[in-house]
């Protein structure tokens, strides 16, 4: 079974210019989450979603981000217009519907964003 | 103040060491404790999970959490060069779908 793939692995643009990225979950997998890690800072938690539905995006640093998971499967993030602490490694996590006790997220190798 | 602290390291042990990560947290509401490995260029992995205090263990891994002193730890026994990773302890408030939050990782490099 495929793990949760992202893509681009790495990008590199200029400050102003928009970027976005995918990340294709597990296939069945309810949950969809992305998480960002900043230079010498904690992954930090980004939103969620269960199919195409926002559940918590709490953590969406400011209107700049938009998510989309349009159709329930893979989801875009997208950065616009992208600024210099905006880089960092994007994480995509996906984990099934929910269940009775824990339910795993499981991570993909994520895309590492260099804003010049 | 940061939710969950934990030690960057990094910690060079020798082959075969018993070796001792820990995190301490300030949210009382964190109900499920768990540690995840990184190795360089890939995402997080999954280790093992504690739910509420206690002890786990798994092969050469334990996992303990104390609540009442919000501290946790893991444990790696008979370490080995493949154990060579970044640790990251890491919590959340309920099982289900819920966001985690991370300590910032502790870079172990076992030495041969």
């Known amino acids: 079974e495929a793990g949760v793939t992202q893509f681009p692995s790495h990008s590199v643009i200029e400050k102003g210019q928009t970027v976005t990225l995918r990340c294709d979950p597990i296939s069945g997998h309810d949950n969809l989450y992305w998480y960002r890690r900043v230079m010498g800072k904690e992954i930090k938690f980004l939103l969620h979603?269960?199919?195409?539905?926002?559940?918590?995006e709490s953590g969406m640093p400011n209107n700049r981000f938009l998510a989309e998971r349009t159709g329930g499967t893979y989801s875009t993030l997208k950065v616009q217009p992208a600024e210099l602490e905006d880089s960092g490694v994007y994480f995509c996590?996906?984990?099934?519907?929910?269940?009775?006790?824990?339910?795993?997220?499981?991570f993909g190798p994520g895309t590492r964003l260099t804003v010049l | 103040q940061k939710e969950v602290e934990q030690d960057p390291g990094p910690l060079s042990v020798p082959e075969g060491a018993i070796v001792s990560l820990n995190c301490t947290y300030s949210?009382?509401?964190?109900?499920?404790f768990m540690w995840y490995r990184q190795y360089s260029r890939k995402g997080p992995e999954l280790l093992m999970y504690?739910?509420?205090?206690g002890n786990k263990e798994d092969g050469r891994f334990t996992a303990q959490v104390d609540k009442s002193s919000k501290y946790i730890s893991l444990f790696i026994r008979d370490s080995q060069p493949s154990d060579s990773a970044t640790y990251l302890c890491?919590?959340?408030?309920?099982?289900?779908?819920?966001?985690?939050?991370f300590g910032i990782g502790t870079k172990l490099q076992v030495i041969p």
């Open positions: 996590a996906s984990s099934q519907r929910d269940r009775v006790g824990y339910n795993e997220q499981f």
């Open positions: 890491a919590m959340s408030r309920s099982g289900g779908y819920q966001k985690v939050t």
């Open positions: 979603f269960v199919k195409e539905s926002k559940q918590d």
């Open positions: 949210n009382s509401a964190f109900q499920y």
């Open positions: 504690t739910y509420s205090s």
